[in-house]
């Protein structure tokens, strides 16, 4: 099946010099690498006198792995800035050339892949678009795209591609139904190794991640809901997940599934009990269009464009917002969360709007008890889950990792 290709443009990249593989370190010095990488992606730019300050660290300790740092491109010096007292300081801050990652999303319809920054920011990406997942069909397509963008990128840069992070559904092979596939045609999936089919191909680390957790991820790490100590996620697509961040942490659980929003109980227009997956997803507006008669292609079309069936999608928004009204106050009431972000695959403005009238329903509702929380847009958009997928390389590597027993921003 032909695919629908989104290309970026190859930046102009300085010379830098291939990352260590830290393989000769020891594992507190690997620690306090990592901790001042983490606090200089979260936080931005700064003098090594305050990392010393927000570490905790010895000045003197800064100063020799802020070198080692920048010495394997990890980091940039800037402009020295004057103070009113005592020699200038040096802000430094992540390169984000100094190391890339591929994120790939394996959906229900479909597969992503895309190459990330140090930042987030996007260099070149795939899409493939599909009734419903076959494994020699998406893994066909992931291999090409690889090849095709290491293909486009410099020697320096292939060495700086630090593995691949893979975000899909857990058991896929149970949604058949929901997809419309026969049962027997989403079977493969039950028995294949994601890193060992990719494997197959590439060998670069492979990470896997539940697509919803990696979409609240990457909002947590590249979009704006760092800000929130506690929140809970929900993202919008073909069908609907979520994560949670619990002490700025996305809290991925024991089995990797935390924040699996869509199963939770929700009410129907008919007013029969359902999923919150059934009454809050793309999927829903997607069956009425059919319903209709109109070609629903035009829901995953990019750039996406939705004027076309704005009454239908007005009226979807309308009931998604009292879902997840209804969802929001029910996970705040198991946590007292500060936050509800929401985000979607769905064009900007109707996002904004979605989110405007979460906020008008939720004081409608009985909220007796609690404390009704923020309800914040999310930033990434369609790209959340292919983006948290790239990240966790990135965080399992170089950053800090909340499940190696660290507290990180991550």
């Known amino acids: 099946m032909p695919y629908q290709e989104e290309k970026g443009k190859e930046p102009a990249m300085p010379k830098l010099r291939p990352y260590s593989s830290g393989a000769n370190q020891s594992e507190v010095r690997a620690h306090n690498e990592r901790l001042m990488l983490s606090v200089l992606h979260q936080d931005g730019a700064m ?24 010495h394997d491109g990890l980091i940039l010096r800037g402009a020295s800035q004057k103070g009113r007292v005592g ?39 795939r899409r493939l678009r599909y009734p419903y997942p076959q494994p020699q069909e998406v893994f066909g397509f992931i291999e090409r795209s690889l090849s095709e963008i290491q293909a486009g990128l410099s020697p320096v840069h292939r060495l700086r591609v630090c593995g691949i992070g893979v975000a899909t559904p857990f058991n896929l092979w149970r949604w058949h139904e929901e997809v419309g596939a026969p049962k027997a045609s989403l079977e493969a999936w039950k028995e294949l190794d994601l890193v060992q089919e990719i494997g197959k191909f590439s060998d670069l680390h492979v990470f896997v991640i539940n697509d919803a957790t990696a979409a609240c991820r990457a909002e947590h790490m590249f979009g704006g809901s760092s800000i929130w100590r506690d929140c809970v996620y929900f993202f919008i697509a073909s069908f609907l997940g979520g994560g949670v961040v619990l002490n700025n942490s996305v809290y ?12 939770l109980p929700s009410r129907g227009t008919d007013g029969r009990e359902a999923r919150l997956l059934d009454t809050a997803s793309i999927r829903v507006l997607e069956r009425r269009l059919i319903q209709a008669d109109i070609d629903p292609t035009v829901l995953w079309q990019q750039p996406q464009d939705w004027s076309r069936i704005q009454d239908y999608a007005d009226r979807w928004l309308e009931d998604t917002a009292q879902a997840l009204a209804r969802a929001a106050l029910a996970t705040c009431a198991v946590i007292d969360f500060e936050a509800v972000v929401i985000d979607g695959a769905m064009p900007a403005d109707l996002r904004t709007r979605l989110v405007d009238r979460v906020r008008e329903e939720l004081p409608l509702l009985d909220t007796r008890g609690l404390i009704l929380p923020v309800v914040q847009e999310g930033r990434i958009g369609a790209n959340a889950s292919a983006l948290g997928a790239a990240a966790k390389p990135l965080i399992a590597q170089f950053l800090l990792d909340s499940h190696s027993g660290f507290s990180h921003p991550y």
């Open 87 to 125: 020699k200038p300081s040096v802000p430094m801050d992540i390169n984000p050339e100094g190391l890339f990652s591929y994120g790939i999303k394996i959906g229900r319809r479909s597969t992503d892949l895309l190459l990330t920054d140090f930042r987030g920011t996007v260099h070149a990406q």
């Open 252 to 263: 991925e659980g024991s089995q990797g599934n935390a924040g699996a929003l869509g199963p």
């Open 47 to 70: 003098p090594g006198s305050e990392m010393a300050r927000r570490t905790g660290l010895s000045p003197q300790t800064v100063s020799v792995i802020l070198r080692k740092l920048e």
